[in-house]
């Protein structure tokens, strides 16, 4: 497939950025919905590289609403549409830039608190297991290898933050935050949406380690409505690994970005600006790391 025109930051004359994110340029069109732009940035340790990947943030949307195609009868979710035929009125001459790589979404109020299941010991799973035998509060036994999977999935929530590393919290730190109640929603619903997720990509040779998933609240605080919001099992928020060369004991072969931190260390960047950016060939493997998931997950030929 040519790569598209690489996209690094939107540019919607007469609607109004709400804010941007590391990836997303969030729009608001109206009192209830939002217009979320997915470009072709991509973070590391925190911070927006110099590079852009070509069709990153197609990759993103398309396979977000893929998901949340595959997990309506879950749980319900912000998504209005990604046709931008669809779409209002002040964004149809808008409709080129925006096709594949945007969503019109219901806007909710969004938890605090960012949602995680682990079904493999990976990332700062590992770096906490080996320091406590623990992962948020959760004790796993002893001795684990890396990339191993758990005797069975867990949740594990962290804190969303503004700058910075985000923190692994244990449930009861999550539940002083947005209430015990929508915690156990949110977490029942997290590991149904996993399992979900590990059955279909294993039939499609790809191993679903773990992923971070938002939710938002509608309606009133009498009764709160749970919404799955943002983007859904991407490669941005999941650690994928391609299940024929899984080999635990050490790191794995991923079809994220994972390979870009590889990368970033490799050249011994010290994490803080100035950033740098990534060679050609380094853009081009995860562009292809991109759409390999895409294509494997979805069956589907990016639009």
């Known amino acids: 497939m040519i790569a598209s025109t690489p996209l690094r930051e939107s540019y919607l004359p007469g609607v109004r950025l709400l804010r941007q994110g590391k990836v997303r340029d969030v729009y608001e069109i109206d009192a209830d919905?939002?217009?979320?732009?997915?470009?072709?940035?991509?973070?590391?340790?925190d911070?927006?590289?110099?590079?852009?990947?070509?069709?990153k943030g197609r990759v993103l949307t398309q396979l977000s609403v893929f998901w949340f195609e595959q997990l309506s009868d879950l749980?319900?979710?912000?998504?209005?549409?990604?046709?931008?035929?669809?779409?209002?009125?002040?964004?149809?001459?808008?409709?080129?830039?925006l096709r594949g790589r945007s969503m019109l979404v219901r806007r909710t109020a969004p938890l605090p608190v960012e949602c995680v299941a682990r079904g493999y010991l990976a990332g700062t799973g590992w770096k906490d297991y080996l320091a406590t035998g623990e992962v948020c509060g959760v004790k796993l036994p002893p001795g684990l290898r890396e990339s191993d999977r758990l005797p069975e999935p867990i949740f594990t929530p962290a804190t969303?933050?503004?700058?910075?590393?985000?923190?692994?919290?244990?449930?009861?730190?999550?539940a002083t935050l947005i209430g015990r109640a929508v915690l156990e929603a949110a977490k029942a619903t997290t590991l149904a949406i996993y399992r979900r997720s590990v059955e279909h990509a294993a039939k499609r040779g790809i191993i679903v380690a773990d992923t971070k998933l938002e939710f938002g609240l509608t309606g009133d605080a009498a009764q709160p409505r749970l919404l799955l919001?943002?983007?859904?099992?991407t490669p941005d928020s999941s650690r994928?690994?391609?299940?024929a060369q899984y080999a635990p004991g050490g790191p794995q072969p991923s079809f994220d970005k994972q390979y870009v931190r590889d990368y970033l260390e490799s050249i011994h960047w010290?994490?803080?600006?100035?950033?740098?950016?990534?060679?050609d060939e380094v853009v081009a493997r995860t562009r292809e790391k991109y759409l390999d998931a895409f294509v494997r997950l979805t069956g589907r030929t990016l639009a």
């Not at 911070?47 to 069709?55: E, R, W």
């Not at 749980?75 to 964004?91: G, S």
Request: a negative charge; charged letters at 20%; glycine letters at 4%.
């Open 160 to 174: 969303k933050a503004a700058s910075g590393h985000d923190e692994n919290i244990s449930e009861s730190h999550a």
């Open 240 to 243: 994928f690994w391609p299940l």
């Open 229 to 233: 919001i943002d983007e859904v099992l």
């Open 270 to 279: 010290n994490k803080q600006p100035p950033v740098p950016a990534l060679p």
């Open 47 to 55: 911070h927006v590289l110099g590079s852009v990947i070509p069709d």
């Open 33 to 45: 919905h939002l217009l979320i732009v997915a470009t072709d940035r991509i973070s590391a340790f």
């Open 75 to 97: 749980v319900p979710q912000h998504l209005v549409t990604a046709n931008v035929d669809e779409y209002p009125p002040v964004l149809r001459s808008h409709a080129d830039g």
